[in-house]
Structure formats: C-alpha cells, structure tokens
C-alpha cells in the first residue's frame, strides 16, 4: 500500500524558513517522480515543485524559484521542501504527491498546513 506522510507545517513569520517531509512507503521511492503541490485558502492546487528521483532532475514553479528547494533522502525514502523568504502568498495547504507520466498524479499525501503572518 503506497501511503505519503507530510510533516513540518506550521506558523512561521514573514521572511522565515520552513522545511517541509514527506515519508514515503509501498513503492520504489528511488525510481519515481515527485511533486509538492500546495493549495491556498480559496484558492485551486497550484503545482510548486517536481523532483525525479531517478535522474535527480528538480523543476520549480516561478512563483518559489529560488527560494524553494525540492530533494530526496532515497535511503530514508523520504522527500523535502526547504522553504527560505516565505511570504503570506506562500500560506496553503502543501500536499507531496507521486506521479507517473501514464497515470499522472496517483497519489497523494494528506497536506500540511504552512501559515505565513506576523
């Protein structure tokens, strides 16, 4: 059973610094594609970052471009978010996902809450 467990969410003030995990089990953690995928308040999923861990290749949205950084820790199969120079544009819902170029997103974790204010 594929199961994708966030943590590190939390209350953090403007220009802070956060670093999301998403442990990871039930599949072949070193041969996938992963996302973080984040949801504002009122707002639609909005794609932040993809890692593939098979080549290590990492792609950012624009709006977290170098402030953001994806990675994996393949023997603790265990995917990151570093998160520098938050901003109250940056509260959401952050969700880790798995995906595969035939399935597309196929799952997901539960999210965890970032919440950016003073």
């Known amino acids: 059973e594929v199961q994708l467990v966030e943590s590190g969410g939390g209350l953090v003030q403007p220009g802070g610094s956060l670093r999301l995990s998403c442990a990871a089990s039930?599949?072949?953690?070193?041969?996938?594609?992963m996302s973080w995928v984040r949801q504002a308040p009122g707002k639609g999923l909005e794609w932040v970052a993809n890692?593939?861990?098979?080549?290590?290749?990492?792609y950012y949205a624009d709006s977290v471009k170098g402030r953001f950084t994806i990675s994996t820790d393949n023997a603790k199969n265990t995917l990151y978010l570093e998160m520098n120079s938050l901003n109250s544009e940056d509260t959401a819902v952050y969700y880790c996902?798995?995906?595969?170029?035939?399935?597309?997103?196929?799952?997901w974790g539960q999210g965890t809450q970032v919440t950016v204010s003073s």
């Open positions: 996902a798995k995906f595969t170029w035939v399935t597309g997103y196929d799952y």
């Open positions: 039930g599949f072949t953690f070193s041969n996938s594609a």
């Open positions: 890692i593939y861990n098979y080549i290590g290749n990492a």
